[in-house]
């Protein structure tokens, strides 16, 4: 099994839409939880920390929840510039090196 | 703050020749940087830990003979893929952590996209 597994998608949305996708992580003695955004042959960026009581930056929304070893983030009024990849990462419970999920991809349209 | 840049950006070489990838961290001291690689539709895998004066860790199933790490400075870390195949053409990218060791934010580069022919 994976260790950070998410929906490759891609989800399509119009401008000013929510959207909102899931990760799962196999570990449960992980300890840090991250989004990062990567763009099309880019490196991938921090977008933000997860924390366990949830966190808000902007227009993104970050979950965790530990017992279901799941993190979400949620984007409200997308904007044609939220077009990327979004990766969920989790550090290693051994070692705290970060492991990454494969991505999830969205595609906001006009 | 927290450059991290790379070098080249991109190479084409052929089957069989070396490639040296230089990681930098420019405005701050790493004394630990990482390596990936990431595929085409895949996630970022760690290839190794570079650690500043000692000899670099390896992921399992990374051929340390065929990825030699050497970090001589607190600001350089270089990735040499060895006698290189057309399967190791992959995006390279490295990240360095703030000085504080693994658990440090790590601040990536912009990568190097290497095809072997």
């Known amino acids: 099994r994976k260790e950070v597994e998410q929906d490759p998608g891609p989800f399509n949305v119009p401008e000013g839409a929510t959207v909102a996708f899931n990760c799962t992580y196999s570990?449960?003695?992980?300890?840090?939880f991250f989004w990062y955004r990567q763009d099309c042959r880019k490196e991938p960026k921090l977008l933000m920390s997860?924390?366990?009581s949830g966190n808000e930056d902007g227009r993104f929304t970050a979950q965790l929840n530990r017992a279901s070893q799941y993190i979400s983030l949620l984007i409200r009024d997308s904007k044609l510039s939220d077009s990327a990849t979004y990766l969920c990462?989790?550090?290693?419970?051994?070692?705290?090196?970060?492991?990454f999920g494969a991505g999830t991809t969205v595609t906001v349209r006009a | 703050g927290a450059v991290v840049s790379q070098h080249p950006s991109w190479v084409i070489c052929k089957s069989g020749t070396s490639v040296k990838i230089e990681c930098r961290s420019l405005d701050f001291q790493a004394t630990t940087m990482f390596w990936y690689r990431q595929f085409p539709k895949q996630s970022l895998m760690l290839m190794a830990t570079s650690n500043e004066g000692s000899k670099a860790t390896y992921e399992q199933g990374v051929e340390k003979d065929k990825f030699l790490i050497n970090h001589a400075s607190l600001t350089l870390s270089t990735l040499t893929v060895t006698s290189a195949h057309p399967e190791d053409s992959s995006f390279y990218i490295c990240?360095?952590?703030?000085?504080?060791?693994?658990?440090?934010?790590?601040?990536f580069g912009p990568g190097t996209r290497l095809t072997v022919l």
């Open positions: 997860v924390y366990s």
């Open positions: 570990n449960s003695a992980s300890q840090s």
């Open positions: 990240s360095a952590g703030g000085g504080r060791g693994v658990t440090d934010t790590q601040y």
């Open positions: 990462v989790v550090t290693r419970s051994n070692d705290y090196k970060l492991s």
